[in-house]
């Protein structure tokens, strides 16, 4: 027997995805030093789906930017998909969230110009992905129908799917969403939901999605709550329920 880890070209496969020890960050300086983040430790296996909950100012997106490599710790390490975040240099982030990441936001940043399937082809050219993989990324999302639409004859919740198609097309380990009903009403919203528990429970992706709306702890494997930076909750949902079945 061989009893080496089994690895593939994002680490070990048993080691956790994300792992943060003693995360802290800090903005500004002096009298007016706001603590965004404090003493976070955490550590989210693959294909995990993690709802992130807690008030305005609590830091969600601060975490999500710490993880995404968008901004860097005051303080303690990020490692994700076996890459330590706080040693690498620009082009090496650029290239972490090339490959690791696909990032959804709560307006969906589509281009105006292009069509659904455009606006997906052209991240799948960034990354040397076959054009099918964007009609495959938008199947995926329910809207294979809807490829030729401009994003002004889409509905909000047909939008957002096209930005989860557009994050998927890279085949990436790793989803953040933060706060991406924010803008939605409920039947687009659970639509959106939808798109990301199958990203999720399809591809052994880990999803760490950011809201205030704690109706969606529901569908969530895990909840983590932050409140004044520090993380105040983190458990595990026995029985999930599907995006459908979620009210507010
Ligand atoms: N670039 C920045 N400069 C200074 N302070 C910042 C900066 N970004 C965030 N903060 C502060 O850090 C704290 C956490 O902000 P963060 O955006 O992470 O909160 P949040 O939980 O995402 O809130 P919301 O639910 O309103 O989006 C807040 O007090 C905020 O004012
Ligand atoms: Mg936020």
């Keep these: 027997m061989n009893d080496q880890p089994r690895h593939t070209a994002a680490g070990p496969v048993d080691s956790p995805l994300v792992r943060l020890d003693g995360v802290t960050k800090s903005y500004g300086s002096g009298e007016i030093e706001v603590d965004a983040l404090r003493g976070i430790e955490l550590s989210v296996p693959r294909g995990q789906f993690v709802v992130v909950l807690g008030p305005s100012g609590s830091g969600k997106t601060t975490l999500m930017n710490l993880i995404g490599g968008i901004e860097p710790p005051t303080a303690g390490s990020v490692v ?4 330590d ?3 690498a240099d620009d ?3 650029t290239e972490y969230r090339r490959a690791q990441l696909g990032f959804v936001f709560q307006f969906f940043n589509l281009i105006p110009t292009l069509t659904a399937l455009e606006n997906v082809a052209l991240v799948a050219e960034l990354v040397g992905a076959p054009e099918e993989q964007a009609r495959a990324a938008l199947d995926a ?4 129908e809807r490829a030729d639409h401009f994003p002004s004859a889409l509905s909000g919740g047909e939008q957002q799917r096209v930005a989860i198609a557009r994050a998927l097309v890279k085949n990436p380990p790793l989803l953040l969403a933060d706060e991406p009903t924010g803008s939605l009403d409920l039947d687009t919203g659970r639509q959106v939901l939808a798109a990301l528990h199958r990203a999720c429970r399809d591809g052994e992706r880990t999803v760490l999605l950011v809201t205030h709306n704690s109706a969606i702890a529901a569908m969530a494997d895990r909840v983590l709550r932050l409140g004044s ?3 105040v909750g983190d458990d595990l949902v026995t029985d999930p329920v599907p995006a459908e079945a979620v009210h507010w």
């Design 80 to 83: 994700v998909a076996g890459h």
């Design 91 to 93: 082009r090496a982030l």
């Design 229 to 231: 930076g520090r993380l």
């Design 141 to 144: 999302v329910g809207l294979g």
């Design 85 to 87: 975040l706080t040693a």
